[in-house]
Each structure stands twice: as structure tokens, then as C-alpha cells.
């Protein structure tokens, strides 16, 4: 199977999204499809920041990288002529529905659709317009049940939920004890992580630092370790420093590339996700990589309970949910994590190769529908 993967980015390195394209295309490819990537952005450039592999096959474009339309119209057609002989095209962007949409089926390869939103119920677009993109695709894949559930209110039905996953190859192979003399943490230390984006409009991260400070007060021993940059990371610093946090007990490591990210992975007991519950994107819609990186690194689990956590964590054990905003009860699972025994379920289920697989079955369904 011949696949195209159509999206408009820069691939900054900094952003998630191009990590999870650059797996995905990798783990289709090692499937033994070819894949083609659209590219308009530096793909090669992205994987080399972050020691990545590629194995699929790159076709830029001569499209400028930017916020004007024809910049966008420029990329999607010259996408969908490179195209042409390919088996089907797979896409997570919306915007290249719309001219995808003028052309007959008959004369273009099947469009299969990953939606990791709902346009309307976040009022980027109306019913009709989201509507009128997605029945103009040959199926409709999403990446958690919350988007499932809402493109089903609009009367999209879903092929396949098919959430994020991580990647299996990129688990240090270092021990626990070796990581922690590289960064310089005491061994006998229980690591609390949080490693991603310092945004705080889809994480809690204050609360996070509040709950550690007391935390660090019944165990000693307890290290709360922030591994990503931004512009807040100084306003969080500040904070953990007013609330008391006691700072030689706690690390901020800036942005650092995803090999470095798993190292600190392999130094840590407990992964947070805390993600916040009033907006519908961190709620509802988003399968977090971080999630599939701690789970990949047989790390104990404190999340928040928001829909799109608990309806990805039902089957899994060694992980403790706190209601958002709730300090008393984040500090309570941070200790309850601290003190559990070591999670038992099988890293392979998380893994882009399982990814891979039932994006496969996906897209053999379409071609095999003619």
C-alpha cells in the first residue's frame, strides 16, 4: 500500500504534533507500506533536533511556511497531484478537506481522516462546514472518545478510535541508578516527573508544584523534576518559590530533544498529567503523548480525571486519578503513586507499532471497499 501523508507545519521542534507525524509515518513504513510525506516544513530537520529516524520517503514542496491562505491553498494542490498514484491519502488536517472535497473521488485516492478536534463545538468552524469536509472523506478515524462522542452529535460517524502511542525504541536502555548520576539525582530519590508543553492552559502546572510542596513535607526524599521549555517557565519558577517548594528538591530542565526527554523518563517513578477541565481541547479531545511516554516507561501515573484521561486509563493499573484543581486530592495520589508498587501492564499496547496496526486495518477496510 502506497500511503501520502498530507499537513501543512513548519515541523518547529518544539512541537508535539511533528513528533507524533514522524512516528506514525516510521511505524507505517515498518509495516511494510511505503509512505510519502507532503512535506513544506523541514521534517529532516525536526528529526535530526531530536535523534530521529526516518524511514519514509519526503516530497517537498515549493510552498512558502505561513498563516497566508495561498500559502495553504499553494501546499494542499500541489499535495494532491503529488498524490496521484498513491493508494490513499492520510491526513489530521482539516483545512485540506476543502479543496480535497472539489475533486472526484474518481480521479483522487481514497482521503482518510484523523480528527484530533471538533471544529464546531469549539466555534472554529459551523456544523455545516465541518460536516460538509469530513462526509467528503472516505473515513473518519479519531484520536479519543471524547472527539468520537461530539463528531457523533454532528452525525459523523467514526471508523476507529485510534489514540496516540509512543515510541518503544526511544526507551533508554540506560538503568534507573545510571540516569540518575548523568543528571545528578540522588538514587535512593522518588522522582515525580512532568515532562511536555509548560502551557498552563491545558496543564495545571501551578497546582503541580502547589501539591509537590506538600508532598516534599511528609517525603523527604521526594524530587520533583519539569523537563520542557517555554516562556513560563520563569513565572513557574517564581511560583514554586512563593508557595515554598523546597528548590533544591526541585528541576526545571528547560527544552531539551525527545532522546533526552526518555532519559529523564528512565530516572523517574511517577509520570503527571495534569490536565485541566475547562477547556474541551485538554478535557475531552486530546490523547497526550506524555501519557504513552510514561506508559511505554513503566512509570507510575497521577493524572487528572478528565474524560480524555479516564476513557484512555480504564484497563490500566498504576494509575492514580485527582479531581482538576483539587490540591488535597493531587497530593494525595502524588503520595498514594510514591509509595505503589510497579505497574504491570505490557509497554507494546502503547507503542506506534500497535498504532500502526490499527491504522492499517483502517485504511485496508477503505481500499478494500473500492
Not at 226 to 248: C, F, T, Y
Not at 271 to 281: E, H, M, S, Y
Amino acid at each position: 500500500m502506497h500511503i501520502t501523508y498530507v499537513y501543512f507545519t513548519a515541523f518547529d521542534s518544539k512541537q508535539a504534533h511533528a513528533n507524533q507525524i514522524i512516528h506514525t509515518c516510521n511505524a507505517l513504513a515498518e509495516t511494510g507500506h511505503r509512505v510519502t510525506l507532503i512535506s513544506v516544513g523541514d521534517p529532516l530537520a525536526y528529526a535530526d533536533s531530536h535523534n530521529l529516524s526516518v524511514q519514509f520517503e519526503l516530497r517537498c514542496v515549493p510552498a512558502q511556511v505561513g498563516q497566508v491562505t495561498v500559502d495553504r491553498i499553494l501546499y494542499y494542490l500541489l499535495s494532491l497531484a503529488s498524490s496521484v498514484g498513491s493508494d490513499v491519502i492520510f491526513t489530521r488536517d482539516i483545512s485540506f478537506l476543502r479543496p480535497a472535497r472539489r475533486i472526484p473521488r474518481a480521479v483522487r485516492p481514497p482521503i482518510v481522516y484523523e480528527a484530533h478536534k471538533v471544529y464546531s463545538k469549539i466555534e472554529e468552524l459551523s456544523v455545516e462546514t465541518e460536516q460538509s469536509r469530513l462526509r467528503s472523506t472516505d473515513a473518519v478515524v479519531a484520536i479519543s472518545e471524547g472527539v468520537e462522542t461530539d463528531l457523533a452529535d454532528i452525525g459523523i460517524q467514526i471508523q476507529a478510535v485510534v489514540p496516540d502511542a509512543a515510541s518503544l525504541t526511544q526507551v533508554s536502555a540506560s538503568s534507573k541508578q545510571e540516569l540518575r548520576e548523568k543528571f545528578g539525582i540522588d538514587a535512593d530519590a522518588e522522582v515525580i516527573l512532568y515532562a511536555g508543553s509548560l502551557s498552563t492552559w491545558k496543564n495545571e502546572l501551578e497546582l503541580l508544584i502547589e501539591s509537590f510542596e506538600e508532598v516534599a513535607d511528609s517525603r523527604p526524599d521526594a524530587h520533583l523534576l519539569i523537563v520542557g521549555g517555554g516562556d513560563q517557565r520563569k513565572s513557574l519558577l517564581d511560583h514554586a518559590a512563593e508557595v515554598g517548594a523546597p528548590m533544591d528538591r526541585v528541576t526545571f530542565t528547560g527544552h531539551v530533544p525527545q532522546t533526552t526527554v526518555f532519559e529523564y523518563l528512565g530516572a523517574a517513578d511517577v509520570g503527571v498529567v495534569p490536565l485541566t477541565d475547562n477547556d474541551p481541547i485538554a478535557a475531552r479531545y486530546t490523547s497526550p503523548l506524555k501519557l504513552y511516554e510514561y506508559l511505554v516507561s513503566n512509570l507510575r501515573i497521577v493524572a487528572s480525571a478528565v474524560p480524555a484521561i479516564e476513557s484512555a486509563t480504564a484497563d490500566i493499573d498504576a494509575i492514580f486519578l485527582y479531581t482538576p484543581g483539587d490540591r488535597a486530592e493531587m497530593t494525595e495520589q502524588l503520595l498514594a503513586a510514591v509509595n505503589a508498587s510497579e505497574p504491570s501492564h505490557d509497554p507494546k499496547l502503547f507503542s506506534y507499532e500497535t498504532r500502526a496496526a490499527r491504522l492499517e486495518s483502517v485504511l485496508e477496510s477503505v481500499l478494500s471497499q473500492g
